[in-house]
């Protein structure tokens, strides 16, 4: 049984996520300015939030994993960490590359896989430079291999503790083991 107020956080953390994903939309040129109260709404009442929050650099974190559009190939997601937002000094290994600072709603992504050490060997922003923060989906909060190994994703700490009422609230290990077999 879930405490009462880790339902009052999961109905304020999906109020929060229906107006970021609305404004999100809203700076796309998505809907009009009359449109959106009637989003805000929709969003709100349209079941599980399978997203969390709009990616901003006051809702994702640095250190968190995203869901973004493959840069090179919009059929398709990637799951990244997000390692560096604007203002930040990236520096290269290789000293041909020159240091540079990230502009306004950029960011720098890289793949987990400790085992990639090299831009040719990680497709990630090593491969494809900086992206747009607009591009981002939303923020992995759990992930699930098999029926066993399953569980909650390392994310900032910050985004960890914003993500704990939704998953209390929506996570069904079982249902999600269903939905795995099949």
Request: one cysteine or more.
């Amino acid at each position: 049984m879930v405490a009462h107020m880790t339902w009052l956080r999961y109905i304020a953390s999906k109020i929060d996520y229906s107006i970021s994903l609305t404004w999100k939309t809203y700076r796309r040129g998505q809907i009009a300015d009359t449109g959106l109260l009637d989003s805000v709404w929709k969003t709100l009442f349209q079941g599980k939030m399978t997203k969390i929050l709009a990616a901003d650099p006051t809702r994702v974190g640095v250190g968190d994993v995203v869901v973004l559009k493959d840069p090179m190939s919009i059929e398709k997601y990637l799951v990244r960490r997000l390692a560096a937002i604007e203002g930040y000094e990236m520096a290269s290994i290789d000293e041909k590359d020159e240091p540079f600072v990230l502009e306004r709603d950029q960011c720098w992504l890289l793949a987990d896989n400790e085992n990639l050490k090299t831009k040719q060997e990680a497709y990630d922003s090593r491969t494809f430079g900086p992206v747009s923060m607009i591009e981002i989906i939303g923020r992995v909060i759990c992930c699930l291999r098999t029926v066993v190994d399953h569980g909650p994703v390392n994310n900032s700490h910050f985004s960890a503790r914003k993500d704990l009422p939704v998953l209390e609230v929506e996570l069904d290990v079982d249902e999600m083991a269903k939905i795995h077999k099949a």
